[in-house]
């Protein structure tokens, strides 16, 4: 875990090196902790969604870091992403779902200590963001696992994939939350995310959704389904 540094600004993990400054969001290494440091000082707290859903994220607050949730299942606990804290605390997982490769958080680790298999698509593992984070798994197609149904939309990133359990959407920063309103990042070729979006509305359309996960926010699906279409609109 010396080898490891996390960017205090955003949450990055950094695998084996010390650059001058982070490769996410640019903050200096002076904003820099070792994955060490982070555990001493740093929590992951988990806060209930539904009754097999939760949401978990580093705590104090760690800069801009994307939450990631675990959905039990089958007597199986299945993350989607990752947080940026490694804790020793939590129970095991058994598989890491990526929605895309811009915060991998703490996977690696978690994946050594936890024996748990990282999944993500192909597009995104190719990045060199994530050519230092071990991958178990590098999907192509859309699948089905555990009930946890995956699609790959593109857009935000290349191999940008939203997930859905039973009536949860687990959307990530794809559409983020600003005041009241939604919209989608602007990270990214806008054309195709704006086509990734229409992509995502013709899959969930007719689906009874409860709750919308995103990176910064949990909401009842029909106030954000509302907020979506104006935004397609």
């Known amino acids: ?91 095991p997982m058994d598989k890491i779902l990526f929605t895309h490769h811009h915060f991998l958080g703490a996977s690696n680790l978690y994946r050594e200590y936890y024996t748990a298999f990282i999944w993500i698509h192909k597009e995104d593992s190719n990045h060199v963001l994530a050519r230092k984070h071990p991958f178990d798994k590098k999907f192509k197609e859309n699948f089905e696992l555990f009930d946890i149904k995956a699609f790959h939309i593109n857009g935000h990133t290349p191999g940008f994939t939203f997930f859905v359990f039973e009536d949860v959407l687990f959307i990530c920063d794809y559409v983020f939350l600003k005041g009241e309103e939604l919209f989608l990042n602007p ?21 009874e959704l409860e709750k919308v996960c995103g990176y910064n926010y949990v909401m009842d699906y029909e106030k954000w389904i509302t907020s979506f279409v104006r935004l397609l609109m």
């Open 187 to 207: 990270y990214g070729p806008e054309d195709l995310t704006i086509e990734g979006a229409k992509k995502l509305y013709s899959i969930i359309e007719n689906s």
């Open 1 to 91: 875990m010396s080898d490891q540094y996390v960017c205090k600004i955003c949450g990055y993990n950094m695998i084996n090196y010390y650059p001058d400054h982070c490769p996410f969001c640019g903050a200096s290494k002076a904003n820099f902790i070792t994955a060490e440091e982070c555990s001493q000082n740093y929590k992951v707290i988990s806060n209930k969604v539904k009754d097999n859903v939760t949401r978990l994220i580093s705590y104090p607050n760690l800069g801009l870091e994307h939450a990631a949730y675990c959905i039990e299942i089958s007597e199986k606990k299945i993350w989607i992403d990752c947080p940026s804290t490694f804790s020793k605390d939590l129970e």
